[in-house]
């Protein structure tokens, strides 16, 4: 039968939904607290049924409906289902040692979390293990099986199996029970075990297991050793090892017996046949029997010593030093022998690098490269062959003529070092530097990386011929070197600078060549001119000690303070005195300027002439000019006597003149009366006119004449 649901019904259902979603999405949610209850106590015995409840206290909007969601922790770690997370209990059955820990819960409502505060939970008592075992008796090399059972036991334990103080086994699991196969040495072992259960920071152990006695045969496979005829050895003796082991209550085809000098294994099967050698005096020491069946090694050993035959021989070469050319001996020695052989019985070979020389103890020769080597010496005795040392030989090679060198440039009266070297000469060697055969300085050289070098100073170039260098490494022969013969720097004196021509006479247009000359210095040189404004000008480097620069047709710009300096590979420079250049105008503008000056004079003067000219011409025009005799002068005319001459009276009027610069100014005119005699006899119709003279006031005209 299908219910129909009525459209209005359905509506009503949709409206109460949104309405209950709406009431809870809008509850107001607050955790006061969350507690944590551990019953029945915090402290407990195992197998107690223990059980902790999360306690939480909310307030929240009255009829809002709540979801608590409850979470509980061990050490800080999720211990429940979170997917079943509503049930506010978490019980703990039968608790064992391994529940012990750090407890605490959290509450979570609609996404708001809060945590309780942690609590302890301690479980005490671990059961004691039971120990089991396959067997009692076995035999040495077997395995026994051993259970260790701690029933009921949870968590991460480690089980021991141990025989009174010693540790036999120890196993890590997860597991309450353990099996382990164990070897177990000869004798008697009792056997127990106990556990641990790790707790983080603290382990808790368990007491003792059972004891268990198990017995051990012990597999009597340990071998005899002796050595024939006997252990007093001396080399060259024949002596034999055997091992044995008595086998008569035991068949077994697996048994090995090893034979060993120290680390050295000398035979692997000495179950059927013994060891023969002959002794050495480097034979002596332990020598051991092993026997080997299954697991079980059993040993013997015994000490021999071998007595020296003879000593091993060593090598001496004499003398001590030798040079090539020198005579020398090597001699081969013994120091002691037994009593059983003589000196006599002893024979000697000498070997050069293991190519055989001579068959005696002593070997002469004069030194060469061809007697160097490496030197061994073989004695033999009674099948006994010892081989001394080796010795190396090698002749001295007399010291070369000494090459005298320098490091870097010599420069005068500056220091530098002198090097010493022979190409051939065995170490060590003595340099000395001489200088006009005087010893100045001594070093000894004694490893090839090292160098002689002396540090000297010269005053001249020709200083440096009187150093000299001489080596030896012995005292016979002495060498010296050629005199030392390189280039000498010096280093520039201070320049001269010279200006052509003179300073004095420079023109406009001129050519000036400077000139900047030393008195010494080691080409090449390089000169640099600097100009008036202290700007290097010019540079160049000749093989010369002067050089020149032109400056090409000079301007009065070019005037200023001129200098050089000098320098070459001694890195020393030198500055001259300042020369001061002064250009002048050219000729043919000074004549210029004196013609114009001359030309201008001359107008000047022509124009004053023509000016001067040109007011005589006025003063003859001028009408007022005129002479006039007194009335009162006339009766004393006639009064005078006839041989009197006539004295006449002239009136000169001097007009004002024209240049007030020249001539001083008079303000109108003025009247000078002239006295003029006649002389007697003279006619007395005078032309009075002719006798008017015109006279103009000027400092510069002649006086009128009487």
Same mark, same amino acid.
């Given at each position: 039968?299908?219910?129909?649901?009525?459209?209005?019904?359905?509506?009503?259902?949709?409206?109460?939904?949104?309405?209950?979603?709406?009431?809870?999405?809008?509850?107001?949610?607050?955790?006061?607290?969350?507690?944590?209850?551990?019953?029945?106590?915090?402290?407990?015995?195992?197998?107690?049924?223990?059980?902790?409840?999360?306690?939480?206290?909310?307030?929240?909007?009255?009829?809002?409906?709540?979801?608590?969601?409850?979470?509980?922790?061990?050490?800080?770690?999720?211990?429940?289902?979170?997917?079943?997370?509503?049930?506010?209990?978490?019980?703990?059955?039968?608790?064992?040692?391994?529940?012990?820990?750090?407890?605490?819960?959290?509450?979570?409502?609609?996404?708001?979390?809060?945590?309780?505060?942690?609590?302890?939970?301690?479980?005490?008592?671990?059961?004691?293990?039971?120990?089991?075992?396959? &067997?009692?008796?076995?035999?040495?090399?077997?395995?026994?099986?051993?259970?260790?059972?701690?029933?009921?036991?949870?968590?991460?334990?480690?089980? =021991?199996?141990?025989?009174?103080?010693?540790?036999?086994?120890?196993?890590?699991?997860?597991?309450?029970?353990?099996?382990?196969?164990?070897?177990?040495?000869?004798?008697?072992?009792?056997?127990?075990?106990?556990?641990?259960?790790?707790?983080?920071?603290?382990?808790?152990?368990?007491?003792?297991?059972?004891?268990?006695?198990?017995?051990?045969?012990?597999?009597?496979?340990?071998?005899?050793?002796?050595?024939?005829?006997?252990?007093?050895?001396?080399?060259?003796?024949?002596?034999?090892?055997?091992?044995?082991?008595?086998?008569?209550?035991?068949?077994?085809?697996?048994?090995?017996?090893?034979?060993?000098?120290?680390?050295?294994?000398?035979?692997?099967?000495?179950?059927?046949?013994?060891?023969?050698?002959?002794?050495?005096?480097?034979?002596?020491?332990?020598?051991?029997?092993?026997?080997?069946?299954?697991?079980?090694?059993?040993?013997?050993?015994?000490?021999?010593?071998?007595?020296?035959?003879?000593?091993?021989?060593?090598?001496?070469?004499?003398?001590?030093?030798?040079?090539?050319?020198?005579?020398?001996?090597?001699?081969?020695?013994?120091?002691?022998?037994?009593?059983?052989?003589?000196?006599?019985?002893?024979?000697?070979?000498?070997?050069?690098?293991?190519?055989?020389?001579?068959?005696?103890?002593?070997?002469?020769?004069?030194?060469?490269?061809?007697?160097?080597?490496?030197?061994?010496?073989?004695? %033999?005795?009674?099948?006994?062959?010892?081989?001394?040392?080796?010795?190396?030989?090698?002749? &001295?090679?007399?010291?070369?003529?000494?090459?005298?060198?320098?490091?870097?440039?010599?420069?005068?009266?500056?220091?530098?070092?002198?090097?010493?070297?022979?190409?051939?000469?065995?170490?060590?060697?003595?340099?000395?530097?001489?200088?006009?055969?005087?010893?100045?300085?001594?070093?000894?050289?004694?490893?090839?990386? %090292? *160098?002689?070098? =002396?540090?000297?100073?010269?005053?001249?170039?020709?200083?440096?011929?009187?150093?000299?260098?001489?080596?030896?490494?012995?005292?016979?022969?002495?060498?010296?070197?050629?005199?030392?013969?390189?280039?000498?720097?010096?280093?520039?004196?201070?320049?001269?600078?010279?200006?052509?021509?003179?300073?004095?006479?420079?023109? *406009?247009?001129?050519?000036?060549?400077?000139?900047?000359?030393?008195?010494?210095?080691?080409?090449?040189?390089?000169?640099?001119?600097?100009?008036?404004?202290?700007?290097?000008?010019?540079?160049?480097?000749?093989?010369?000690?002067?050089?020149?620069?032109?400056?090409?047709?000079?301007?009065?710009?070019?005037?200023?303070?001129?200098?050089?300096?000098?320098?070459?590979?001694?890195?020393?420079?030198?500055?001259?005195?300042?020369? &001061?250049?002064?250009?002048?105008?050219?000729?043919?503008?000074?004549?210029?300027?004196?013609?114009?000056?001359?030309?201008?004079?001359?107008?000047?003067?022509?124009?004053?002439?023509?000016?001067?000219?040109?007011?005589?011409?006025?003063?003859?025009?001028?009408?007022?000019?005129?002479?006039?005799?007194?009335?009162?002068?006339?009766?004393?005319?006639?009064?005078?006597?006839?041989?009197?001459?006539?004295?006449?009276?002239?009136?000169?009027?001097?007009?004002?003149?024209?240049?007030?610069?020249?001539?001083?100014?008079? &303000?109108?005119?003025?009247?000078?009366?002239? %006295?003029?005699?006649?002389?007697?006899?003279?006619?007395?119709?005078?032309?009075?006119?002719?006798?008017?003279?015109?006279? *103009?006031?000027?400092?510069?005209?002649?006086?009128?004449?009487?």
């Amino acid at each position: 039968m299908q219910v129909k649901i009525q459209p209005s019904l359905r509506m009503g259902t949709i409206l109460l939904l949104f309405l209950f979603t709406s009431e809870e999405a809008c509850a107001e949610i607050f955790i006061k607290s969350v507690k944590l209850f551990i019953q029945p106590r915090n402290e407990v015995q195992r197998s107690t049924n223990v059980s902790l409840k999360c306690q939480a206290e909310a307030s929240h909007t009255a009829g809002s409906h709540l979801n608590y969601k409850y979470i509980f922790y061990k050490n800080y770690h999720i211990i429940t289902d979170q997917t079943n997370a509503t049930d506010s209990l978490y019980y703990i059955p039968d608790a064992r040692v391994s529940h012990s820990g750090r407890y605490k819960c959290a509450v979570v409502i609609e996404e708001i979390k809060k945590e309780s505060s942690a609590k302890d939970l301690t479980v005490k008592g671990l059961l004691a293990p039971v120990l089991t075992v396959d &067997k009692l008796r076995l035999t040495e090399g077997h395995d026994v099986t051993a259970v260790c059972t701690a029933e009921g036991e949870t968590g991460f334990l480690t089980f =021991f199996f141990r025989d009174g103080p010693e540790e036999l086994y120890r196993v890590y699991t997860n597991s309450h029970k353990v099996e382990q196969n164990l070897k177990l040495d000869k004798g008697t072992v009792n056997m127990f075990c106990y556990y641990s259960i790790n707790l983080g920071s603290t382990a808790e152990r368990s007491s003792n297991s059972n004891v268990i006695s198990v017995d051990i045969e012990e597999l009597e496979i340990k071998p005899d050793i002796t050595v024939m005829p006997s252990t007093d050895v001396t080399e060259g003796d024949n002596i034999t090892f055997s091992c044995s082991v008595n086998m008569t209550h035991q068949r077994n085809s697996e048994l090995r017996i090893i034979f060993s000098h120290g680390h050295n294994t000398l035979s692997l099967n000495m179950t059927h046949e013994d060891y023969a050698m002959l002794a050495k005096a480097n034979d002596s020491g332990e020598y051991e029997c092993i026997s080997s069946l299954g697991g079980v090694h059993k040993s013997s050993s015994l000490n021999i010593t071998v007595k020296e035959i003879f000593s091993i021989p060593f090598l001496s070469i004499h003398p001590d030093e030798v040079f090539e050319g020198e005579h020398f001996d090597i001699r081969c020695q013994i120091s002691s022998l037994a009593s059983r052989i003589q000196r006599e019985d002893i024979k000697y070979s000498i070997f050069r690098d293991e190519t055989f020389v001579i068959k005696d103890n002593r070997y002469s020769g004069t030194a060469s490269k061809a007697t160097n080597g490496k030197y061994v010496c073989k004695a %033999e005795a009674n099948r006994i062959i010892k081989e001394s040392s080796m010795l190396l030989f090698g002749a &001295k090679v007399l010291v070369s003529k000494p090459e005298i060198t320098v490091d870097g440039p010599v420069i005068v009266e500056k220091p530098f070092w002198i090097r010493c070297h022979s190409e051939n000469g065995s170490l060590p060697i003595t340099y000395s530097l001489k200088r006009n055969n005087l010893i100045l300085n001594s070093t000894k050289v004694s490893r090839f990386q %090292e *160098e002689a070098r =002396f540090l000297a100073l010269i005053s001249t170039p020709s200083d440096i011929t009187s150093y000299m260098c001489e080596a030896k490494n012995n005292d016979v022969s002495i060498k010296m070197s050629e005199r030392l013969q390189v280039t000498v720097i010096v280093p520039v004196g201070k320049p001269l600078l010279t200006v052509l021509p003179v300073p004095e006479n420079i023109e *406009e247009g001129n050519d000036v060549t400077l000139i900047c000359g030393i008195a010494k210095g080691s080409p090449p040189i390089s000169f640099r001119f600097y100009g008036s404004d202290h700007t290097a000008i010019h540079t160049t480097t000749v093989q010369s000690n002067s050089s020149s620069f032109v400056l090409s047709r000079v301007k009065r710009k070019n005037s200023g303070n001129y200098y050089c300096e000098a320098f070459n590979t001694a890195d020393m420079s030198s500055r001259s005195d300042i020369v &001061k250049v002064e250009v002048s105008l050219a000729m043919w503008k000074k004549a210029l300027i004196a013609v114009f000056c001359m030309l201008l004079v001359a107008l000047l003067v022509l124009f004053i002439v023509m000016r001067y000219k040109a007011k005589r011409v006025e003063v003859n025009n001028k009408e007022s000019v005129w002479s006039e005799r007194p009335p009162d002068l006339v009766d004393q005319d006639s009064l005078q006597s006839p041989n009197e001459g006539v004295v006449e009276y002239t009136e000169v009027v001097h007009p004002q003149p024209v240049d007030p610069t020249q001539i001083p100014l008079r &303000k109108g005119t003025e009247t000078v009366y002239s %006295e003029l005699q006649t002389s007697q006899g003279a006619p007395e119709n005078i032309n009075h006119q002719s006798l008017l003279e015109y006279a *103009e006031l000027n400092h510069d005209l002649p006086e009128p004449v009487d």
